[in-house]
């Protein structure tokens, strides 16, 4: 049964990266592409699990682990650059 | 590797409801019309999401090897901890640049009055203009 169901859920999740695709595109203002990005690297997070999963690896969690943290500190610095002009005060 | 029938279909379940929730998060901040209205998607539905295939896979990984593994644990944490901080300080980012809303966004926080642009001097409380 999980055989049948992974191509499904990385169909849902490809589209869901298409559509951050083109928020990332038309984005009218910078601040919804950081959003975008943000969100583009959650679910590059699930397509890493989802294709661990389907290669019965167990070996890619340090990789999500990776992207995951490098997600989080990309997106804190490019708010605070904008907030306050400087990353670190 | 055999993995009980039950527990084959509670991953299933884990699986489709978390591309289901991910997509949802991901429509909404395509179709929505406003900053504002944007952060709602990612950072409430994708987190759920993201939660359910990790949860997911750690049950495979349970059933398949015999011993839970810890790093789902920790990769989950650490998303369900650092989402709602990155939503804040974008939010924030987005009421400092003062990004158009429409016009049902409720709240008006960064209208200024027009002694604080600077078109007559502001009197002290006490001092008045001396």
Known sequence: MIAAVIPVAMALFATAALLNLYRLTIGPDIVDRILALDTLMINSIALIVLSDIWMGLGMLFELALLIALMGFISTVAMSKYLLRGDVIE | ?130
């Open chain 2, 1 to 130: 590797m055999t993995i009980n029938v039950i527990l084959e279909g509670v991953i299933s379940f884990l699986l489709i409801a978390g591309g289901i929730f991910v997509f949802i998060g991901s429509l909404g901040m395509t179709h929505l019309r406003d900053f504002y209205m944007r952060l709602h998607g990612p950072t409430k539905a994708t987190t759920l999401g993201i939660g359910c295939i990790l949860l997911a896979s750690m049950l495979y990984f349970w059933g398949a090897q015999g011993k839970p593994d810890i790093q789902e644990i920790l990769i989950t944490l650490f998303l369900f901890i650092t989402a709602p901080v990155s939503a804040h300080l974008l939010a924030k980012t987005g009421l400092h640049l003062q990004l158009p809303h429409v016009d049902k966004t409720q709240g008006r926080p960064f209208e200024l009055r027009d002694e604080e642009i600077g078109d007559k001097p502001v009197p002290h409380p006490d001092r008045g203009h001396g």
